[in-house]
């Protein structure tokens, strides 16, 4: 019985209270907003202008503050455009689009916001002390502030629409629609991937930098699959983007910013790369695990979606114990 309503209230079923019919509802926004990432990508190749010197002529001009700041808008807005979507059209709560709690788990969104807050910056402090010649101090007040203001405002509104795109909206249905968990985890973290094809460090680094992003992505639909919600990858994404705007950046990353550090290094696909699909996911899962008390992890990641139903039947039984 344990096992039959933990997967009762799995997730991906919570798609089942919205109120407008039609799985297709969940694809608009995720389609929309992938072949948007497609037309970007298909320009930036057939460019004439170096996608790099596009981005130097852009902050000659504005500056890093205006031009990160333009970057993200249109992103953060994003977020309140995919919200909106599930509360009014899909007429879905958010909460049921964030979790399988009662409630949105707060706490959690700050565990996992301040573990790898804190990790990122003691795996920046370890690469430092090894290879201090890699970095330039960058720090100037001002427009570090500026900085600052600017990234607590909006970047977790924009990691907070790719987690409530990918892992909400296209979780929710491509699972119901599929019946299984293991389609939408593949497929979601695939597209994840595929999605920052345009990155400037795809260009730089090649395309052997997508297995990070595919595994990052593989990373944050196995938290959100095993917590039953959003809120753990929420408050990592977060604290991924914020944290290393802040703190270092260089000119061949798709954030550029009056950081703290500048990472002069010559840019190339090094182990470092695979250090965190290697070692420091799996080290996490296993944080998580235990804080958590994860258990069933095949059910969990493969096992199958109920149908409707099936889950007003086994409700209407334990009503009648």
């Not at 320009?43 to 890093?64: C, F, H, T, Y």
């Not at 990353?253 to 965190?276: A, C, H, N, R, Y």
């Amino acid at each position: 019985m344990e096992t039959q309503f933990n997967r009762r209230i799995m997730y991906i079923e919570q798609g089942y209270k919205r109120k407008t019919k039609g799985l297709w509802l969940y694809f608009v926004l995720p389609i929309g907003f992938i072949a948007l990432m497609v037309f970007n990508y298909i320009a930036v190749k057939n460019s004439p202008i170096n996608v790099d010197d596009m981005m130097n002529r852009l902050i000659d001009q504005w500056g890093r503050n205006t031009v990160f700041a333009m970057n993200l808008i249109p992103l953060a807005v994003g977020c309140f455009v995919v919200l909106g979507w599930t509360k009014l059209i899909q007429r879905q709560s958010i909460t049921s689009i964030t979790t399988s709690r009662k409630k949105i788990d707060f706490k959690r969104i700050g565990f996992s916001f301040a573990l790898w807050g804190i990790l990122t910056i003691t795996l920046f402090a370890i690469g430092y002390a090894l290879s201090p010649a890699d970095f330039v101090f960058n720090f100037r007040p001002l427009p570090f502030v500026i900085l600052a203001i600017i990234s607590i405002l909006f970047i977790p509104l924009q990691t907070s629409f790719e987690e409530y795109l990918f892992r909400g909206q296209m979780m929710q249905g491509l699972g119901l629609l599929a019946g299984n968990r293991l389609v939408p985890l593949t497929i979601t973290s695939v597209l994840f991937g595929v999605m920052h094809m345009a990155n400037p460090e795809v260009g730089t680094l090649g395309y052997g930098i997508m297995v990070y992003y595919i595994g990052t992505g593989l990373f944050l639909g196995i938290i959100t699959l095993m917590d039953e919600g959003l809120e753990l990858a929420l408050g990592f994404h977060a604290a991924n983007n914020l944290i290393g705007a802040l703190l270092v950046t260089a000119d061949w990353t798709v954030f550029q910013t009056d950081s703290i550090f500048l990472d002069v290094s010559k840019p190339e696909l090094g182990w470092d790369i695979f250090v965190p699909i290697l070692i420091v996911y799996p080290a996490l899962l296993f944080l998580f695990a235990k804080k958590y008390n994860w258990t069933n992890w095949k059910e969990r990641l493969t096992g199958k979606v109920l149908p409707k139903e099936q889950i007003q039947e086994e409700q209407r039984t334990d009503a009648a114990f």
